[in-house]
Each structure stands twice: as C-alpha cells, then as structure tokens.
C-alpha cells in the first residue's frame, strides 16, 4: 500500500507555484486540467497517490510554511 503524504493547503501550494490568489490558481488548474483541485486530490486519495506537489523553487520556505498554517 502506497504512503500518503500529509496534505498541504491549496491556498499554500497556489502561492508557492506564483499564483496570487487561490481563486486564481483554481481557475487555471480546472481550466487546463478539467476539474478542480480539490477534485483531483479526492481521486488521488481513493487511488492512494501521494498527492504531495514537488518543492516549490523561488518562494522563501517561511512563507510556504506560513502559508500553509
């Protein structure tokens, strides 16, 4: 059985890949991918994906860590 990772919030992972609100980043995720987030990490969890994003590079880690509270 495959490990899950702890979640991160999509607030947190939006502002670490530059996106400047979460609105924002839902909006172009469920444009390119065809459904939302949240949608997809529902599927990943049934499937036991670990749904853990790569680091984020360029973002100060304080303020993914703040973010991410």
Known sequence: MATIAPA???GAIAYSF??????QFNHNF???FGMSPRELRS???ERGINTLPPIP???PPDLVQR???
């Open 8 to 10: 991160r919030r999509l």
């Open 18 to 23: 530059g996106f400047r609100s979460e609105a």
């Open 30 to 32: 469920k444009e390119r």
């Open 43 to 45: 599927i990943a969890r």
């Open 57 to 59: 590079v360029g973002v």
């Open 67 to 69: 973010l991410e509270r």
